[in-house]
């Protein structure tokens, strides 16, 4: 009797490479392709918005304090040992990706402040692209930024700042995949996570343990039509809300807490 070994396709989590960037802008602008407030920001025509994501996530991955995850489609066959895994993982189909920030201490943010100024938490934006809704970007983006602030003060944290699925692979758990790693890296620590979500990706949060502790909306087509914005009309005529969320830490799993010195 023969045998042969089984191949079944999973998911595994590794860290992002630069390389990978382009496929994450492709994930980015799909995933988003239904979202008032990204359509708005940043049209899916306009040739800059993609320079700017690619520009902008290889600047985000230099960060010591980022931590960059892809999600990617692996075929896990009996007999590879770990290093062929690895391997494999690493050439294969990126799914989803995420951006989570690690936890600062009170030291490091009370540092941070004094070099800023004491003003009320100045949000350092990027330069839009060009065809974006500038004045929609700086508003919004800035507002929840200083909600961040607003919400958490000098409180550690796990932050997810970015997270998005392949429209082609939603349903099979990648999301919820690289979100439980910053949950689980959250507990160990013994600090919250933080996040901002629309209504609609708001149910997987919950999930895990997010509730909502605020929220900030905006009118999308009153804004746009006010700045030009893109022409095409799309991501007009609805109000956009975004969710400010938080977890608490599991007591059962925290084994040591970002020191404040």
């Known amino acids: ?33 239904d979202n008032a407030h990204s359509l708005a920001c940043f049209p899916r025509g306009a040739p800059a918005v993609r320079t700017f994501w690619e520009a902008m996530l290889r600047e985000e ?18 007999g590879e040992d770990e290093e062929e895994a690895a391997a494999t993982r690493s050439e294969m189909e990126l799914v989803a990706f995420a951006k989570w920030n690690r936890p600062k201490t009170r030291q490091e943010q009370h540092e941070q ?12 934006l990027p330069v839009w692209p060009a065809g974006a809704d500038s004045q929609l970007c700086q508003s919004t983006f800035g507002e929840w930024a200083r909600a961040h602030h607003r919400i958490m003060g000098d409180r550690p944290h796990w932050y997810l700042e970015m997270l998005a699925t392949d429209p082609a692979h939603q349903g099979r758990g990648a999301g919820s995949r690289l979100l439980r790693y910053g949950c689980e890296q959250a507990d160990r ?17 919950h999930r895990h343990g997010f509730e909502e502790v605020g929220r900030h909306e905006t009118d999308i087509r009153r804004r746009a039509s006010a700045t030009g914005g893109a022409e095409d009309g799309n991501g007009r005529g609805e109000s956009y809300v975004n969710l400010y969320m938080i977890r608490q830490p599991s007591p059962t799993e925290r084994s040591h807490q970002p020191s404040d010195t």
């Open 1 to 33: 009797m023969t045998s042969t070994a089984t191949t079944t396709k999973k998911l595994s989590v590794v860290p992002l490479r630069p390389e990978d960037i382009p496929r994450c802008v492709d994930i980015y602008l799909s995933a988003f392709s």
């Open 113 to 124: 402040q004094d070099e800023e100024g004491e003003e009320e938490h100045e949000v350092q």
């Open 189 to 205: 620590d013994g600090v919250e996570a933080y996040l901002e979500a629309s209504p609609g990706g708001a149910r997987m949060y």
């Open 61 to 78: 991955m230099a960060d010591p304090d980022a931590v960059f995850l892809k999600a990617v489609d692996a075929e896990d066959g009996e």
